[in-house]
């Protein structure tokens, strides 16, 4: 059984226990531990069930690559599903369910998937639904989604809040690790201003627990000491719980931090993203260890060996009493070893290498651990449970040599180099053969605006495994950021590392090597997605050579932790499966984020009135004061209709409606866009933006004028008014006020760069009212002012003057073949225009009308309207409207 | 997220700044020009994979349309310059061929 070990873990507090629940039962852990290491420590080993077939499953790993350890977090308004239990650090209170099941996650009725397993191979969903054609949409596709997905969605509104930053840097670097301290001080020491960022709550990384001597100290200590010269400068800034999420075009980065996520009472936002532009970018993220591919991997109690050495060292916990080891490097017999000075059984380290040499295997013989070399692992004897193992041959077919009693089982396939950030922004990999990974070649890194590399990958994500490397490459990268973005100043030396000695690793894709079919089913390479080693070669037999289209086709890597445990390994069997060299098959992209980011963090405050600005006209508020239903149009809110008390929005409509058309209405079309063309060639101009003549135009007259696009589909329209000899005044629509004069801007700045115009947006100057209605001149007569009489101001024609006090623009043009007036005041005076006009029209039952209205009686008068008839494939032809395509002009 | 250097305000401006407007250099056909030749300038566009000429306006900031040379798998910018002209600059043309000796785009090289 998994437990707390006396006396031990570096990371928690024993004085300071910490309640918690997990699926309703009380359970306790310590200040520091995550859930994982508390579930442990508390003999919860199984965690879930996998997605597929409803396989019991265990935590395997210690980090952010964990792919069984999916939980959902919390309640109500803080409800979040899959949230990893690796890298969850526990707090009082905290409640997590299990996902994936049900009944229950000790008995699940899914789990009958799993004796159906060889009826659901991959690419079963494609060959199973295909036919009869009815059946998916009525049965099949009703069932799958009911079935497909891990975790559930949040029910409730969001209670937390969230933010962004945005800073520029010189150097970021990405990781906490020894080779980001040494990279950050090398960068800090030379003037630059870093920025530092760490996923996890401590610095320090792999070296913390695996204890190498740095400049003539143990590795904690010179952590300790890096941490505080960092500290001491003032143009460095370290984050930790903050993840490197992506690096994009030109230095543009992204990192995700977590703020109150292991202390959800305090104050403040919970998620923090910070948008950053750096100069320099340098990325030392670490490597992740392989699984080995043996039948029953995926029994909870098989996990990554150095996860297990993490969880005694950090957090005082051991996974099992008797520990197997298997490996196919001398890494995993630090695992050994630990378990072994901690008291715990290693009945044996099997090694699937036929000759093994070092320093760690001499340590690991010399504490009594028995060795067996060239063998691998048969099978996993457990279910819920690891309970023991079969070894074999790792040459030969599986037959089992042996059984040995145990409860865990620690493997170590190799390290593969985080890469991710390196790719993001086109950094390519070169396959190390010897080394049996991919690393980042610097012949072909991700390049900038001068088209020099930004972005350095060091220390182990490089694919240097020792610490001496690792230290001198993180330094040197540091130094030659700082460089790059102009800091030059002398610093410090690079630290000096010293770490054991490690024989060759030997690749090993396959245990054992001649495995059969049935063994193969069995053995697991992607836990998330339930993807098997026979899976792989299925897809490839099947025609699926391209690692994107296995990938898709058999679901490898395409869970929440995109393949961060698998995709090697996949790749390695598929490459075997075409035999073909393995950087041949390639890998498959690696896209941002690294580990899944909160969607609220990339929201930030954008929710509710900070969604987006909302445009207001100088009547908004009296709209909204009397009943206004409004719709967006455009960031613009417009009255759809106006309720009165009980109404409901149709009977509002044909109430407007019918007022208008036997009385008064009055419209706000303050939104209509209001374009001033002006210039000696304004009208040479318009005749070539719209498909009539606007030169020919009187002044004092107003025209109805179409705009195409380039290829002739309708774009705009609106009525232009001619307000001198050299200028026009172009209504457009109200979504079109922008993009309209962007387009004449284009033309003019672009094309035609002789003309002399100006054109300037003043839709926001002018409130425009609609006085709409047969008593539409009987209240601007009432008003006073200026002559409104059908002499005086005949139907296209406009005048200015006074309407009562205002100054005041007036169109005699109409949108629903009502007599009508659209009337133009200075913003400013907009609304006690609009309070003038309500006053004045009592007498004629003067109602408001909105959107809705104005559509019904432009459409029963056979007026288009923008965006409803057209929808960018619309030419003026298919609307009829071949009367306002001018044949006095060539183009 | 490109920065480009408008001409302009002689200032880097961050992508979001800017508003992309397709392939620069474009040959616009009038009336009574040859069909395939109006089709060309209707639907033709260069898409490739290494030097591209595009235009770009600095829609947050001058509201001006300026031209720029870069190369789209390696996002490097060769330089940008005034829209308000028919081929790009010789000392652009100049630094591309320093960077990408050969390389050919449309008529210009």
């Not at chain 1, 929005?649 to 209001?674: F, I, Q, W, Y």
């Amino acid at each position: 059984m998994s437990t707390r070990l006396a006396g031990k873990g570096r990371l928690i507090n024993k004085d300071q226990t910490v309640a918690f629940t997990f699926n309703g039962k009380h359970l306790r852990g310590f200040a520091g531990d995550t859930l994982a290491s508390a579930l442990l420590a508390n003999d919860q080993m199984l965690v879930g069930r996998s997605f597929k077939y409803h396989r019991p499953r265990g935590v395997v790993a210690s980090g952010a690559e964990e792919p069984n350890g999916l939980v959902n977090l919390g309640k109500g308004g803080k409800f979040e599903p899959n949230q990893r239990v690796t890298t969850t650090e526990l707090f009082d209170g905290l409640t997590a369910t299990s996902q994936n099941h049900w009944p229950s996650l000790e008995f699940d009725v899914g789990a009958i998937n799993s004796t159906l397993s060889r009826f659901l191979p991959a690419g079963f969903y494609y060959k199973m639904f295909m036919f009869p054609r009815p059946f998916w949409k009525h049965v099949y596709e009703p069932f799958i989604r009911k079935s497909a997905g891990l975790g559930q969605a949040p029910k409730d509104r969001d209670a937390d809040t969230y933010e962004h930053f945005h800073v520029h840097v010189d150097v970021l670097v990405y990781g906490g690790a020894i080779a980001c301290l040494a990279a950050a001080c090398a960068a800090g020491e030379r003037g630059a201003r870093v920025l530092l960022v760490e996923q996890n709550a401590d610095w320090g990384g792999r070296a913390m627990v695996d204890g190498p001597e740095i400049d003539g100290m143990p590795a904690d200590e010179w952590v300790k000491n890096a941490i505080e010269a960092l500290e001491n400068m003032p143009n460095v800034d370290m984050r930790p719980r903050c993840m490197g999420a992506g690096i994009y075009d030109h230095g543009y980065a992204l990192a995700y931090e977590r703020l109150t996520d292991h202390a959800p009472d305090q104050e403040g936002p919970r998620h923090r993203l910070w948008r950053i532009r750096a100069n320099q970018i340098v990325t030392a993220t670490g490597a992740i260890e392989r699984p080995l591919s043996f039948a029953g991997n995926d029994v909870p109690g098989v996990m990554l060996a150095s996860a297990i050495r993490d969880y005694v060292v950090n957090y005082g916990v051991s996974v099992g009493d008797r520990t197997v080891v298997v490996t196919n490097n001398d890494d995993a017999y630090r695992t050994a070893i630990i378990l072994k000075q901690a008291g715990l059984e290693v009945p044996v380290i099997v090694d699937a290498r036929v000759q093994v040499d070092g320093e760690l295997i001499d340590e690991a013989r010399d504490l009594g651990i028995r060795i067996e070399t060239g063998k691998g692992i048969a099978k996993v004897i457990g279910g819920k449970r690891v309970t023991g193992v079969g070894l074999c041959a790792q040459a030969g077919e599986g037959a089992a040599l042996e059984e040995i009693a145990c409860d865990c089982i620690a493997m170590s396939g190799g390290w593969s180099p985080v890469v991710h950030l390196w790719s993001h922004c086109g950094g390519k990999l070169n396959w190390d053969a010897d080394q049996a990974m991919f690393r980042p070649d610097p012949e072909r890194p991700p390049t900038g605006h001068d088209g020099a590399a930004f972005v350095a990958t060091v220390g182990i994500a490089n694919g240097h495994l020792f610490t001496a490397e690792v230290l001198g490459d993180g330094w040197a990268a540091g130094r030659a950021a700082a460089k790059a973005a102009g800091h030059t100043r002398k610093g410090g030396g690079a630290p000096l590392g010293q770490d054991a000695a490690e024989g060759p690793i030997s690749p090993v894709w396959l245990m054992p090597q001649g495995a059969s079919h049935a063994l193969r089913s069995k053995a697991w390479l992607d836990f998330q997605n339930d993807v098997k080693v026979s899976d792989v070669q299925l897809a490839a037999q099947e025609g699926f050579e391209s690692v994107e289209h296995a990938k898709r086709y058999t679901t490898l890597g395409m869970a929440t932790d995109q393949g961060k445990l698998s995709n090697i390994n996949g790749l390695a069997v598929l490459s075997k499966a075409l035999n073909d060299d393995i950087p041949n098959v390639g890998t498959t992209t690696f896209r941002p984020p690294y580990t899944p980011i909160s969607m609220a963090s990339i929201a930030g405050v954008a929710k509710d009135d900070l969604f987006q600005p909302i445009r207001k006209t100088p009547i908004s508020d009296w709209a909204n004061d009397n009943g206004a239903d409004n719709e967006p149009v455009g960031q613009w809110r417009r009255p759809y209709a106006y309720l009165r008390h009980g109404e409901s929005v149709e009977d509002a409509v044909n109430r407007e409606v019918k007022n208008t058309r036997e009385s008064l209405g009055l419209l706000d079309a303050s939104t209509l866009g209001k374009l001033i063309v002006k210039g000696p060639d304004a009208g040479k101009f318009l005749d070539m933006m719209y498909t009539n003549m606007m030169s020919t135009l009187p002044v004092g007259k107003c025209r109805y004028g179409l705009m195409c696009s380039e290829n002739g589909f309708l774009m705009d329209d609106g009525v232009v008014v001619r307000m001198s000899e050299d200028t026009w005044l172009c209504h457009t629509t109200t979504g079109g006020a922008e993009h309209i004069h962007a387009h004449m801007e284009d033309w003019l700045q672009c094309e035609w760069r002789d003309m002399q115009v100006y054109v300037a947006n003043v839709t926001e100057q002018f409130a425009q009212i609609a006085v709409v209605g047969p008593n539409a001149r009987k209240v601007l007569r009432k008003m006073g002012g200026m002559d409104v009489s059908a002499d005086a101001l005949p139907f296209m024609q406009w005048a200015e003057g006074k309407i009562g006090e205002f100054d005041a623009r007036v169109f005699r043009i109409s949108f629903s073949g009502e007599l009508s007036y659209e009337i133009a005041v200075p913003a400013g005076q907009g609304r006690a225009f609009w309070d003038a006009l309500m006053e004045a029209g009592e007498e004629f039952r003067v109602m408001p009308y909105g959107t809705e209205a104005l559509h019904i009686m432009r459409a029963e008068k056979g007026f288009i309207m923008i965006g409803d008839e057209t929808d960018g494939t619309v030419i003026p032809q298919d609307l009829n409207l071949n009367w306002e395509l001018s044949k006095k002009k060539e183009d | 997220m490109l920065i480009l250097h408008c001409p302009y305000c002689g200032m880097d401006v961050d992508e979001t700044d800017l508003h992309a407007g397709g392939q620069a250099h474009l040959k616009r056909e009038g009336p009574g020009s040859d069909v395939a030749a109006f089709e060309d300038y209707l639907f033709m566009r260069e898409n490739p994979k290494g030097v591209h000429f595009e235009r770009w306006r600095h829609v947050y900031g001058c509201g001006k349309w300026f031209l720029a040379a870069r190369c789209t798998s390696t996002l490097e910018v060769f330089g940008t310059y005034s829209a308000q002209t028919l081929e790009p600059p010789q000392d652009i043309k100049d630094k591309i061929t320093a960077k990408r000796p050969g390389w050919v785009w449309g008529t210009f090289s």
